[in-house]
């Protein structure tokens, strides 16, 4: 029997518990089977702006696409001179790790002594193992964004979708948990539970938070622009009360231009249905010359903003033409899943511990192999190639997938049907089983 198959009957056992109207993957795969076809519909709908947002996408994808080309085609390059820029010209800290164990070490040089970190947008953070060997080290982590601080609420461990991570929970079942948590009694609406946090939360991330950690949405090479979209509020006010605001990205968020990194981070809007009600463009600490002209570093905003850009994979991936070296396109919109058909049909079953849908089990195999990408249902792929036809960047993931399936194949981990097929068409040259 193949490895495949243990996996497979493990997966098979996990969906099962779908059709348990109690269990967390029931309730998870209902909320979100109704808000991809919500968040679908929406696109073509101008209920937003006089454009609808597939127009928007639409009008920009051609432009999209040549960035995120050029940008691979020039990465060495783009990082050099965005190093340089931030350096020089912005007064930041800059570091590059070659790996992600690069990364953990400067960031912990950066921590120094202190031993709280509040956070947001931190899936960089996650991707790059960051996070856990945070906890690991005993760093105390604060979630800012209201999705990650009802997941940890909830103490809600399973994959979840990035954007409104814990949208899945009814208000009733929040309340209760503050009541249990907290000995706070809250109408169950969600007008009550934000102004508690903000009562509560707002005043300590003006006045305690000494560093913060964020990613970037995109960052531009020639004059260093990190830009971080949100709509909470959280962000600007970790990057601005803070005394160190240190950002963790990977190398490909960096983009030629100024107006390249706005196309994707508006895109990145757009694509979501989402409206972002601050971008903040960061181009160094705060700063003022306004005694004697003599410039000091640290007035209202952050004293230091350091960039960590992370390697590990990719110029690899760019260099030995890896079969996901297209993958270095991806914009991290996350939209993909809104059409994914193993999504709408398996939930977060189709995950990894990264995230959810088919470009998180790609992250999957990149840090962790072929039979991690396995286990986190690589094989519930339906090949259908709706994330192929409608990715903004151009990405052939379908493709992508299709390479895994056929690595995760020739290790003997498919399903033994597959394999009984596979074996049935090479033998007989006849599909039918
Ligand atoms: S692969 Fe998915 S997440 Fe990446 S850019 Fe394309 S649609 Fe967005
Ligand atoms: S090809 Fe696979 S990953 Fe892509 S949308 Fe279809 S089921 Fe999802």
Redesign the pocket.
Known sequence: MSMGEDYYRELKAKIEKLRNEDSLEHKFHEFWKLGCTAKYKAFELKFLYENSSREFVEKYKEQLIKIREECIEDLEKNVEKCMKVMKKANNMRVYYAKTNEDAHRYFMEELGGTRVLFKSKSNEAKDIGLIEFLEEEGIELIETDMGDIILELMEYDHPTYQLGPGAHFKEEEIVQKIKEKHGVELEPNAQAIVDYYRENFRKELLNKVKISLTSANAISADDGTIFLGENEGNISLLTRAVDTHIVVCGITKIVPTIIDALIITKIQERINNVSFRYISLISGPSNTSDIQGKQVQGMYGAKEVVVIFVDDWRIRAKEEDMPYKDFLKCISCKS?IY?????RAFGNLYASKYGI??PMIIRDYIHNGIEAAVKDGLFL????????NWCPAGID??QI?RMLKKEATDNNLCPLTLKEYQEKIINEKNPFL
Do not use: D, H, R, Y
């Open positions: 993909c059409l994914c058909t193993a999504f849908g088919g792929c339906s090949g259908c190639e709706n994330c192929t993931l379908a997938i």
